[in-house]
């Protein structure tokens, strides 16, 4: 399995409280993602970064905030948390010479009361 | 633009009979194309990809995809269900220019009978 963690796995908080997610990788890939998934959507892209503090807006990233200080980290921040963010997120990594196939994290369920 | 249509939302096979899960796409440009699995409360896995080279693309655990241009599909396929295949499929499309040009079909889940 490629080396990809997601830290919490499982959050719930309140609506209104920041919240950032963790995703740490050790194939040293270029490229990282963040997805939410939801049913009946697929995953949808939130933000994605193409290199150390180079990063770019998805098709959902309103609300949502990213940081990448080092190679292995990409966080992501709901600065206010919103109902409408419960759902599960997902990290990716590629490698962009591999015809952007994805490797996956394990997933971060997070519930906004 | 790119876009992916998984026709079924729901299919559900018998154990040991054959297993087709359809997936059309759009693309502007000649596509990479994808097809990972999920089991429950599990991250996606790569089942097998498509880039431009055999349209018969051979991945895991026995299932096959067909690249077809003329039909613009990409169907999944596998001889023989198992109980352990049971599980989410996504069909992804890729355009090789943008690291964020991948996009998601809205899934298949799959149901293996007894």
């Known amino acids: 399995d490629a080396g990809i963690t997601q830290s919490p796995r499982h959050k719930v908080t309140e609506t209104g409280t920041p919240v950032t997610l963790r995703c740490h990788q050790t194939?040293?890939?270029?490229?990282m993602y963040w997805y939410r998934q939801d049913p009946g959507h697929g995953l949808r892209l939130i933000h994605y970064s193409y290199g150390v503090k180079d990063t770019d807006k998805g098709e959902v990233s309103d609300g949502y905030s990213v940081s990448r200080s080092k190679t292995e980290d990409f966080l992501l921040t709901l600065e206010s948390a919103t109902s409408s963010q419960t759902s599960v997120y997902f990290c990716?990594?590629?490698?962009?010479?591999?015809?952007?196939?994805?490797?996956f994290g394990p997933g971060t369920r997070l519930t906004v009361l | 633009a790119q876009s992916v249509t998984q026709l079924d939302s729901h299919v559900s096979v018998s154990e040991g009979t054959p297993v087709l899960l359809r997936c059309n796409y759009s693309s502007s440009y000649s596509p990479s194309l994808f097809w990972y699995v999920q089991h429950p409360n599990k991250g996606l896995q790569l089942l097998l990809k498509?880039?431009?080279?055999?349209?018969l693309v051979k991945g895991i655990n026995g299932f096959e995809a067909e690249f077809k241009k003329s039909e613009t599909s990409f169907h999944l396929t596998k001889p023989s269900a198992h109980m352990s295949d049971a599980a989410e499929y996504f069909c992804?499309?890729?355009?090789?220019?943008?690291?964020?040009?991948?996009?998601f079909g809205s899934g298949t889940r799959l149901s293996i009978r007894p």
């Open positions: 498509y880039t431009s080279a055999a349209t």
């Open positions: 990716a990594i590629s490698d962009r010479d591999n015809n952007n196939e994805q490797f």
């Open positions: 992804v499309v890729s355009d090789d220019s943008s690291a964020s040009k991948i996009i």
């Open positions: 194939e040293n890939h270029r490229y």
